[in-house]
Every structure is written in structure tokens, then in C-alpha cells.
């Protein structure tokens, strides 16, 4: 009687291991995704999908906060390293299950996983700009994603260099060269203190994105 009750215990403790379901990857693709990138990749993206459950009902600069904290832990790494390319925008389950990306990795699985929580896409925008680092007098290409609460407000920058949550206004290291989403592409204008939409989002690498997303 002892010996059932004591297994009855071990199989009650690996229960919720066993019974873990995600809900916002099938299984199937979780099983595939975890043959591609390993055991490790697989905890990782079971975080992800736990951290959209539970900040699906939150108050969006708790979504901006959580989705921004959650991205920046990933290790950062230089395309030509990582991919073994110049230039590579990965998506974000390649981006997880890698475990490392650099600057547009970032803002790309943050823009992705605000809008599976509800957040409209016309109040995001993954931003290009040129950051300049204290000491330096030069210059660097980099991309963060911003969220505007209304079209013509200060827009909050979500930043893997700079991780706080800040306001455009706040981040003086950083000039505006263009943005973009899903719909639409912007160009800046004086010194990136606004935009004018100059048409709709054809950029190549996005294209290519998108057709691994």
C-alpha cells in the first residue's frame, strides 16, 4: 500500500511536466522545432508561449515591458557570425530557437509577439536609426521597435542597447532614418522628430521574413 501511494506521489510530480500544452505553437510544431534546435530551444519557447498567456489580459505598457524584458535576455551576436551573412533578418522562432540574433532580431520577435497580444499594427514600428554610443563621435546602423499610443505622439522605444522603456524624446543616441510595419513604410524629417509615410512596406529583407514567418 505504501509502494502505491509513494508512485502515485512521483507520478503526480511530473505530471504538470508531462501535461504542459502550449497554446500559441501545435504541438506538431514544437516537436519539430524542437528536433531542429534542441531541448533547450524547446524551454525557451515554452517561456515565450507561458509569457503571451500571461500578459494576453494585461495593460499594454505592461505587454511593452514584459515582451521587451523577455527578447533582451537572448544573447546577442552579429549576423556574419551567427548566420554566416551580412545581413539576415531572422524570424522569430529562428531567433529563439538559435538562442542569439542581433539588433533587428530583436525588434522583429518584439513587434511579432505584441501583435499575437493584441496589440494594432499601426501603433508599432520597427525603426531604423543611427546610434551613437557615449564616448564615440561615430555612428551605427541599428533597429529598435517603437510603440505610438496615438499617430502623432512621442513614440515609446523598446531597445536591446538601452533596455529600459523610453521615450523617443529620452533617447538622444539615436537618430531616426526610417520605420516600418506590416502596412507601411515612413521616411523621417527633421532629424526624426516626425514621419511622412512615403508608401506601402516593400522592402526586400522583409519580404523574405515573411515568407518564413
Not at 530557437?97 to 518584439?110: M, V
Not at 499575437?116 to 551605427?140: A, C, N, S, W
Not at 539615436?174 to 522592402?203: D, E, I, R
Amino acid at each position: 500500500m505504501k509502494s502505491l501511494v509513494f508512485l502515485s506521489m512521483i507520478f503526480l510530480l511530473f505530471l504538470p511536466l508531462t501535461a504542459n500544452t502550449p497554446h500559441n505553437i501545435t504541438q506538431s510544431k514544437l516537436n519539430e522545432f524542437t528536433k531542429k534546435y534542441g531541448k533547450k530551444a524547446q524551454k525557451r519557447v515554452l517561456l515565450w508561449d507561458n509569457l503571451v498567456e500571461k500578459t494576453r489580459g494585461k495593460k499594454t505598457l505592461q505587454k511593452l515591458k514584459s515582451v521587451n524584458d523577455f527578447f533582451n535576455k537572448i544573447k546577442y551576436r552579429l549576423d556574419i557570425k551567427h548566420w554566416k551573412k551580412k545581413d539576415y533578418w531572422a524570424a522569430p522562432f529562428e531567433f529563439m530557437g538559435t538562442g542569439a540574433g542581433d539588433c533587428e532580431d530583436y525588434a522583429i520577435a518584439k513587434y511579432f509577439t505584441l501583435r499575437k497580444l493584441g496589440v494594432p499594427d499601426h501603433k508599432l514600428r520597427i525603426m531604423y536609426v543611427k546610434y551613437r554610443g557615449k564616448r564615440t563621435k561615430f555612428e551605427q546602423a541599428h533597429m529598435v521597435l517603437t510603440y505610438y499610443h496615438k499617430p502623432n505622439a512621442t513614440p515609446i522605444v523598446m531597445d536591446n542597447i538601452n533596455q529600459k522603456l523610453k521615450l523617443a524624446t529620452k533617447r538622444r543616441d539615436l537618430k531616426p532614418v526610417y520605420s516600418f510595419n506590416a502596412s507601411g513604410l515612413w521616411q523621417a524629417k527633421n532629424k526624426g522628430k516626425t514621419f511622412k509615410q512615403v508608401g506601402k512596406n516593400n522592402l526586400r529583407s522583409w519580404k523574405d521574413l515573411m515568407s518564413r514567418i
